[in-house]
């Protein structure tokens, strides 16, 4: 089970930080996508069960760290300097495979939570 929050209204350039609780997956691979409006899903960055490596989408490479607290089962995911392009739901999901940037190699999804950059 993954349960995303955080989410919420913030002025471009601000930041905010979303957290995904993941019961049941502790030895899985996580791993943030986002959906804006008329868009596809699109990778974010992920990080490993061991909380040891990440990755990231170039786009967000430099303002966005993920970071994991396995003995609270939370994953979060600190946005800093948000652009208008950064307005979208905020997807957490759970795979078995390694840092991986595609949708279909993540097998548990969250319902999202929704990111509003405004300016």
């Known amino acids: 089970q993954l349960q995303a929050s955080g989410g919420g209204l913030v002025q471009a350039g601000g930041s905010l930080r979303l957290s995904c609780t993941a019961s049941d997956v502790l030895r899985y691979n996580l791993g943030w996508f986002r959906q804006a409006p008329g868009k596809e899903r699109e990778f974010v960055g992920a990080?490993?069960?061991?909380?040891?490596?990440?990755y990231y989408a170039d786009s967000v490479k430099g303002r966005f760290t993920i970071s994991r607290d396995i003995t609270k089962h939370t994953m979060y995911l600190q946005m800093n300097s948000l652009k208008l392009d950064d307005t979208a739901v905020y997807y957490c999901?759970?795979?078995?495979?390694?840092?991986?940037?595609?949708?279909?190699?993540?097998?548990?999804w969250g319902q999202g939570t929704l990111v509003t950059v405004s300016s």
């Open positions: 999901a759970a795979g078995s495979l390694i840092l991986r940037n595609d949708a279909s190699d993540y097998s548990y």
């Open positions: 990080i490993r069960w061991s909380a040891d490596r990440t």
